[in-house]
Structures are given as C-alpha cells and as structure tokens.
C-alpha cells in the first residue's frame, strides 16, 4: 500500500479536523522543534527500528526526528510523516531530500482518520502528540488500527508538573500556571507522561496481563550556559510572541504586562550561571498482538 505513496513530496486528503496546538508554529517554536533528535527524544523506539519497517510518524513537525527515523530503517524500509496542517511538511520534505531519503514521504493527514489500511505500519510514533489532543484515547485506537500484529505503539508526551528548575523565580511560577490554563483552554492536557499508561488501557490497548505495555521515563536538561541560553531566550518569545501569546490574551488568561514580566523572568533565569532546568517525559511501548 504505501509503495504508491510520492516519496519526498506532500499529500492532502480532504480537509482533517485540527487540534487547537497551543504552541503554533511561529520561528521560536520550529527552531526548539529542529533540535530533536531520534537519540534526544525517541532512545526509548531506537531498539525497534530495523532496516526494511515500515513507520508512521503522527504529528512530525519540521521532520527532524523523522529523518533520523527513515536513515534508521534504511532504504528498504519506509517512513511516512503526519501533520494535521502543511505549513511545516514542506520544511519537513525539503530536510528529507536535503538528506538524500528517498523512503521518506509526508501528508496531511488527521490523527483520529488517518488514510492508511488496518495493519500498514510496523512502528507508530507519536512524539508530544497526545498531550494537545481532546481525546487522546481515541488518537491511540486509531494508531493502534494502522500497527500491524507484533509491530510497536511509541508514544512520549512531557509532563509540565513536573518540570523543575533552580532558581525558583515568581516569574517562571507565573509562566507555568499560564501555560497549563492555556493548554487546557485548547482542550489539551499539559500533565500528559504522567497518563500514557492510563490512556493506553482505556483506548483497550493492553493485553490480559499487560506485559505488551512497557511504560518508562527520560528528561531532557538545560545547565550549561549555551543550553540556558537558548532554553530562555526561546520561551522568552514563545511567551510574548507565539500562538500561546495569543490564545492567553483572547482568552483574558494573561494581559500583555504579564507575558512582558515572564519574559523578563526567562532571561534572568537564563543570565544565572547556576540556573537548571529538567523536563520529564513520560514514554510508552505498546507492543500489538
């Protein structure tokens, strides 16, 4: 079936329904989205990836980490990158041609109706996906009906509750209680590692006993000076001049004063040559029988 899809080009198929995505995809939030890595946010896949498997990546984004995936596969494998809207795919396929991947295409398509057959992929992935979604359980029995038997469910979604940083200023207190009523707002759940498991067994994806489902964690952190300032800088305009921005003033979450002062905060934490900062992510293997 996928042997008919263009290779390194895009496809629409209709119009997908799209999720409200707190972040958008304005320049701060690509350039944070380039810098993963299938070794810096998918280790957890790595040993499932074998030359000649076919992959759907759900929600690729600006298809770093789906390069790495198709170079994983090889050429005898094949790759596949989902976005709900194309503004991204072609940055996407222009990586992937830049990089010489022939087995590597990108369509537009909608988590919850994904246009592939029962059984067409091999490997699932979903990276920060789930935690946007209104109804992550119905995305995963949908990822769930394109996995062929044996193939993997791989799901890692960050958990903002429990992010934790040194200092502790008032500012970033503020800039986490407004990310959370912001994501909630969209209809997210920004606590999302924290639910994978549960997610996974109210979608029916366990089996009897419940050993298909290997559940782990991993952290990203930044505390050097090159990490704290790119870390900072970054969400200091994501804050001020993303989508979230937007959303948190449409919706009186925040006036301009309070994003300015949070942004402020962010380059102080940033200018703090003992500032850290560590991201949890919760992970998920669901192995299909």
């Not at 559940?215 to 505390?223: G, H």
């Not at 937007?246 to 962010?266: K, S, V, Y």
Request: glycine share 8%; aromatic share 8%.
């Amino acid at each position: 079936m996928l042997d008919g899809l263009p290779r390194n080009r895009l496809r629409g198929r209709g119009s997908p329904a799209v999720p409200a995505y707190t972040h958008g995809h304005q320049a701060a939030v690509l350039r944070s989205h380039r810098s993963r890595t299938a070794a810096n946010s998918a280790a957890y896949l790595l040993p499932e990836l074998r030359p000649g498997r076919r992959v759907l990546d759900v929600g690729c984004g600006p298809g770093t980490i789906t390069a790495d995936l198709a170079e994983l596969v090889g050429p005898t494998g094949r790759v596949v990158g989902v976005e709900p809207v194309p503004e991204v795919l072609a940055e996407a396929a222009a990586l992937a041609a830049d990089r010489g991947l022939a087995n590597l295409s990108y369509e537009v398509a909608d988590v919850y109706r994904l246009p592939y057959a029962d059984a067409s992929f091999d490997v699932v992935h979903a990276h920060q996906v789930l935690q946007h979604l209104p109804d992550p359980v119905a995305a995963l029995r949908e990822m769930r009906r394109v996995t062929a038997p044996g193939g993997v469910i791989a799901v890692r979604d960050s958990d903002y509750a429990a992010m934790t940083w040194y200092p502790e200023l008032p500012e970033l207190d503020a800039w986490m209680a407004l990310y959370q009523r912001v994501a909630r707002a969209n209809g997210g759940e920004p606590d999302a590692g924290r639910r994978l498991l549960a997610w996974a067994r109210a979608a029916g994806l366990a089996d009897a006993s419940g050993a298909n489902l290997r559940p782990s964690s991993s952290s990203w952190t930044f505390a050097t000076d090159a990490e704290r300032s790119w870390w900072s800088e970054s969400w200091a305009e994501r804050t001020t001049r993303t989508k979230l921005a937007d959303t948190a003033l449409a919706e009186g979450l925040a006036a301009p004063a309070d994003l300015e002062r949070i942004a402020a905060g962010w380059a102080r934490w940033g200018a703090d040559p003992d500032a850290w900062f560590a991201v949890l992510h919760g992970e998920l293997l669901v192995r299909v029988s």
